[in-house]
């Protein structure tokens, strides 16, 4: 692994990098927003979180700001922030403002929002090409403010210098860049797949009946918080009995109740970096016979996931292992009738087990990327190679509801196993099992 070093360095690194494939597309100037902050009641917004794309490239957390990269004659970068303002500071604290933000984050300019619909015009003269995350459409008003500031680039051309004619998308240049983690990023997410681990254990030792599902929550927030990290990747599942069977099921006011299995799916957000465990485990600490049945099939079906995981398979690899196990396990113990492979061409295991094994992890918790391979272009590409520093999770389930052609022992049982793993040299690495994930490991804890 490459040595780590210091993200702001890493920032400007990920900068230069997308400026040299805007050469290579013949250079221009790109603008990309950070998020837009949300109201939420009054004088209330929701937390902020930044945009991934813009955070990716500037290291900046604050609202209302504005990156714009020049690929030109000389290369720039310019952050266009939040001025200080006292008044404003002493309401919702401190602000770096443009001069100590191009400082500390190296920037070659930066101004005050305040200034951006006046300069940005400026910057777009000279510039054929303009490069936006056009696919993006989580920010609505970017194009409208592109368009605007584009009309009055046009205006102040008035046809004697270029203007923008040619509007390329940065999302997948950007995914591209993504789906390979740096040293940096890969750091951050070791550290933040060790906090989820810790407070999901946390939470398997807090455990028992009568307890409902937000107290459960509440024990992953304290670690989550505790050791530093900003929040939650997304908001924790914590499914007691029948819930499990609901894939995203938040964690609500049922209890916990003796004999039912309860589901964790969990994962704190660090440096902008998400986790993204599952563990499923009985609330009295002890497996029964459906339940242990299902649980082996599952932690068995996540085995061959993994063992099928590394540079030498592709994306989709994984997955079809995990459905031959499952769908063998499901043979096994009745809950389908039939030949493995008929069971697969018609994937009538798909009532059991109707998600996917895995999906890229990274700043979003279903990171960017393609799970086929590049180009953009027809859905019959093949599916992508891993390669090394590519991060996914591995994450079987079986989900049986009550039916009357199922064995009633096996009802409401919802099982799902998920870890988090960096692809290596030889295979996957996973960053995840600080918390246990075989039966006797987790009866073992449970029992203090
Ligand atoms: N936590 C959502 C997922 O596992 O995809
Ligand atoms: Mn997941
Ligand atoms: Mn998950």
Redesign the pocket.
């Known amino acids: 692994m490459p040595s780590v070093t210091s993200p702001i360095q890493s920032f400007k690194t990920r900068r230069e990098r997308l400026l040299a494939w805007m050469h290579t597309q013949g250079g221009g100037i790109a603008i990309l927003p950070t998020a837009a902050l949300r109201p939420r009641n009054r004088d209330n917004h929701y937390t902020f979180r930044h945009d991934s794309d813009f955070f990716y490239l500037s290291g900046f957390k604050e609202s209302d700001a504005w990156l714009v990269l020049i690929a030109g004659d000389v290369d720039q970068s310019i952050l266009f922030c939040e001025g200080k303002n006292p008044e404003a500071e002493i309401w919702n604290g401190k602000r770096w403002g443009p001069q100590a933000a191009a400082e500390y984050f190296d920037f070659d300019q930066s101004y005050d929002v305040s200034e951006r619909d006046q300069r940005i015009p400026e910057l777009l003269l000279g510039h054929a090409q303009l490069f936006t995350p056009l696919s993006n459409v989580s920010n609505q008003q970017l194009l409208t403010h592109v368009h605007d500031w584009v009309a009055v680039a046009q205006r102040k051309s008035r046809g004697t210098r270029a203007t923008p004619v040619k509007w390329l998308d940065l999302c997948e240049p950007l995914a591209e860049m993504r789906l390979i983690k740096d040293a940096t990023e890969l750091s951050i997410m070791k550290e933040a797949a060790s906090i989820s681990a810790q407070a999901h254990v946390r939470a398997m030792q807090a455990t028992h009946a009568g307890l409902h599902e937000y107290e459960l929550e509440a024990e992953l927030l304290h670690t989550f918080r505790k050791r530093g990290a900003q929040g939650v990747a997304?908001d924790s599942?914590v499914a007691a009995g029948a819930n499990a069977c609901v894939l995203?099921h938040p964690a609500g006011n049922s209890v916990m109740h003796d004999g039912e299995l309860v589901l964790i799916?969990a994962?704190c957000e660090l440096e902008g970096y998400a986790s993204?465990i599952?563990r499923t485990f009985p609330v009295n600490g002890r497996f029964s016979g459906a339940q242990r049945a299902l649980y082996e099939i599952v932690l068995h079906a996540q085995k061959e996931a993994i063992a099928h995981t590394s540079p030498t398979h592709h994306w989709n690899a994984g997955h079809e292992a995990a459905v031959r196990v499952l769908t063998q396990g499901l043979l096994d113990e009745g809950l389908l009738k039939g030949t493995l492979e008929q069971a697969l061409e018609t994937s009538t295991y798909s009532r059991f087990y109707m998600h996917r094994t895995g999906?890229w992890l990274g700043m979003d918790?279903?990171d960017v990327g393609t799970y086929r391979a590049p180009p953009l272009g027809a859905e019959d590409r093949p599916w992508r190679m891993l390669e090394q520093n590519m991060v996914l999770?591995i994450?079987p389930g079986l989900y049986v509801r009550p039916a009357e052609d199922v064995p009633e022992a096996f009802w409401n049982i919802g099982i799902r196993i998920?870890d988090d793993a960096v692809i290596t040299a030889q295979g996957c690495e996973l960053i995840s099992r600080g918390v246990p994930v075989e039966i006797a490991e987790i009866e073992a804890l449970m029992k203090g």
């Open positions: 997304y599942i995203h799916d994962g993204d599952t999906h918790v279903h999770t994450e998920e």
